[in-house]
């Protein structure tokens, strides 16, 4: 599925959005939403705040339904959504979002992470290639906006919270449009 218009992605986050989040407490919409308002409260910069919005927006460009996760398929949603938006932003919104599963990947270095992580999120890990090891995470530091990635990653797992109130998408809209590439 390819969308032309930011206005179409945005439409498609609006209508296929409140489809459940499977495995998740949450729709698609709440998710993205509790993330771009995380992201809000710790005073990220407007790029971030719309890569954390759009981060999973892959998801509802692919047409595997359900839980791919579950049947063994990796559905690749961060490379789905970074050429997608690469479309309207630069880099400073689609590497973050691009990077956001090696993120926890890198963070899952560390055992304790893997217990934030809910049960779709483990499973995922596995078939995304499991925790980085040292060499890896070294690896992926030296990467531009990494630690953004990592940022949003902790949004990411917290934004799952059933019934948490936030902003309509409409109020993102005018940050969408700074954002977007001139
Ligand atoms: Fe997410």
Do not use: N
């Not at 890569?51 to 595997?64: E, K, N, R, V």
């Not at 789905?80 to 690469?86: F, G, K, P, T, V």
Request: charged share 20%; hydrophobic share 40%; with cysteine.
């Amino acid at each position: 599925m390819t969308t032309h218009t930011l206005e179409a992605l945005f439409e498609r986050l609006q209508q296929r959005g409140g489809e459940r989040y499977t495995g998740e407490p949450v729709t698609h919409l709440e998710h993205a939403l509790q993330c771009a308002t995380l992201a809000q409260a710790a005073q990220a910069g407007d790029a971030l705040v719309v890569a954390a919005l759009l981060h999973d927006i892959g998801h509802l460009l692919h047409d595997h339904g359900g839980t791919p996760t579950e049947r063994g398929v990796d559905d690749s949603h961060e490379h789905l959504a970074e050429a997608c938006l690469s479309q309207w932003f630069g880099p400073e919104v689609t590497r973050p979002v691009a990077l956001h599963v090696q993120a926890k990947r890198y963070l899952a270095h560390h055992p304790a992470y893997l217990k934030v992580l809910s049960i779709d999120s483990q499973r995922s890990l596995a078939l995304q290639g499991g925790p980085m090891d040292t060499a890896e995470c070294f690896a992926f530091r030296q990467l531009p906006h990494a630690m953004d990635a990592v940022r949003l990653r902790h949004w990411d797992e917290t934004a799952k919270r059933p019934g948490h109130p936030t902003p309509a998408l409409e109020t993102f809209w005018p940050l969408v449009l700074v954002c977007q590439r001139r």
